[in-house]
């Protein structure tokens, strides 16, 4: 096998936000749970009070906080209502061709509508095509919830980077160029952006544990219809523990996704887990198995993703990460 890998260093991101991406490494150095941060309880999006206040105190860097009275900022509009927004930047270099570009890497606004304790309407509209749209009632046992809309299924690790091949993979999820004749395999995870699925999921949270349950369309990206035409429907499943011990925190989990088409299928497992120390390190990684059925013939690969973050000062990140995809376990020199 011939192994043609991606390896990306990040000198240092130095980002402003109201309301930020959900990024692994804040739980892997808090040991918190992606709801205990964000309106939308598998992360990502507009934050609540709590991940506000972290986002304002541990991440920002105080210079700017000092010189801009950062902290009396609020998002709510009433007493129901919050709005909330944020947008990326990315400035690229390819040493292939030696070309570089900017890039308006993200752009989205957020709405909180909340009728009570209970019940709430939380809507993500990005820059480019694709939205969530959903109606959360947090009303089941064990710190659970009731999920209803259109939204990304809980799987893996559920990190910023939409190229990477754990979510959407390179060029928005599409072969290109040399790679054309494998378009017929995904590029990457359908977790990226524009993947969102029309759908139910049930959540608990119990403990150190957190479980998500979920059943869709299987039209990822669908648009504004979302309408499946098909009785099949896509199932996903995650499950992780976090542990802290003394200045260690560690999480440990698993996902499942299956998503049948007739006689076709695709099915995706895998684990995932992270490590953060001193609340300045953190070690993530993810592998995945895939299993694709299609035209009567069955394709296996296979992907791993890893990242290692540190806070060199607040405000301020060194990220080194590392991946590599193999979509076809039975071709030597298809990886």
């Given at each position: ?46 934050r ?12 920002t ?19 129901n ?35 009570n ?17 959903m ?33 959407g ?7 290109v ?6 378009s ?82 695709q ?6 887990g992270?490590?953060g120390l ?5 070690l ?15 394709t296996n ?5 890893t990242?290692?973050n ?5 405000g301020?990140?060194?990220k ?16």
């Amino acid at each position: 096998m011939n192994r043609a890998t991606s390896f990306v260093i990040v000198f240092f991101l130095l980002g402003v936000a109201v309301e930020a991406m959900a990024l692994p490494k804040f739980a892997a150095r808090t040991g918190a749970k992606c709801q205990s941060c964000h309106v939308n309880p598998t992360g990502k999006g507009m934050r609540l009070e709590f991940g506000q206040t972290y986002g304002r105190d541990d991440i920002t860097l105080p210079t700017f906080k000092a010189q801009t009275d950062y902290e009396e900022f609020s998002t709510a509009l009433t007493s129901n209502l919050s709005i909330g927004g944020d947008f990326r930047n990315i400035f690229q270099f390819e040493s292939k061709d030696n070309s570089s570009s900017f890039f308006q890497m993200q752009g989205d606004v957020y709405f909180d509508f909340r009728l009570n304790k209970k019940f709430r309407i939380y809507f993500d509209k990005g820059l480019y095509s694709g939205f969530e749209l959903m109606g959360i009632a947090k009303v089941l046992p064990l710190e659970g919830y009731v999920k209803v809309g259109k939204f990304m299924p809980a799987y893996g690790t559920r990190i910023d980077d939409h190229n990477a091949y754990i979510r959407g993979g390179p060029f928005g999820g599409m072969f290109v160029g040399p790679y054309a004749a494998l378009s017929s395999y995904p590029a990457g995870l359908k977790f990226g952006e524009r993947s969102e699925d029309t759908g139910i999921e049930l959540g608990f949270a119990p403990s150190i544990f957190t479980l998500n349950i979920g059943f869709f369309n299987g039209t990822p990206g669908s648009g504004i219809s979302g309408i499946s035409t098909s009785k099949d429907k896509t199932f996903a499943l995650r499950g992780d523990a976090t542990f802290k011990i003394s200045e260690t925190v560690v999480n440990l989990g698993g996902s499942y996704y299956n998503s049948p088409s007739g006689a076709d299928r695709q099915t995706f497992y895998g684990a995932f887990g992270s490590i953060g120390l001193f609340e300045a390190l953190s070690l993530h990684g993810e592998i995945d198995f895939l299993n694709v059925r299609k035209s009567g013939s069955t394709t296996n690969g296979f992907m791993l993703w890893t990242e290692a973050n540190y806070m060199v000062v607040q405000g301020v990140d060194l990220k080194v990460g590392y991946q590599f995809y193999d979509p076809d376990r039975e071709i030597a020199n298809g990886s």
